[in-house]
Nanobody, 126 residues
Framework: VQLQASGGGLVQAGGSLRLSCAAS????????VGWFRQAPGKEREFVSA????????SYADSVKGRFTISRDRAKNTMYLQMNTLKPEDTAVYYC????????????????????WGQGTLVTVSS
């Protein structure tokens, strides 16, 4: 599956953005999709994941309560709604997909996902 991320931009602290990730090449019928981010000079880190079949979700502690991951089966697209953004949320955000069905408490890492989007830059100004 090919992934195309979009929706990044410049926003002031406290603002909101919604990222989208459209899948093409095949219909997503199951597995797990997720979002990672990489800030300048830092390693890529897990943000959120969603099990496509039942919609169960998982979040990093740093974004819990502010970010919401979701999917639209008909559009073969996943989203990341980001609210109450902080300057430390500034990063390139990547969407990813795996054919495996991970449980929500799983400690996700980059190695768990085989397909990756190209990344979209989110900049939060203070």
């Amino acid at each position: 599956v090919q992934l195309q991320a979009s929706g990044g931009g410049l926003v002031q602290a406290g603002g909101s953005l919604r990222l989208s990730c459209a899948a093409s090449g095949r219909t997503v019928n199951g597995g797990t999709v997720g979002w990672f981010r990489q800030a300048p000079g830092k390693e890529r880190e897990f943000v959120s994941a969603l099990r496509w079949g039942d919609g169960s979700t998982s979040y990093a502690d740093s974004v819990k309560g502010r970010f919401t991951i979701s999917r639209d089966r008909a559009k073969n697209t996943m989203y990341l709604q980001m609210n109450t953004l902080k300057p430390e949320d500034t990063a390139v955000y990547y969407c990813a997909a795996s054919s495996r069905n991970y449980i929500s408490s799983y400690p996700f890492t980059q190695a768990d996902f085989r397909s990756w989007g190209q990344g979209t830059l989110v900049t939060v100004s203070s």
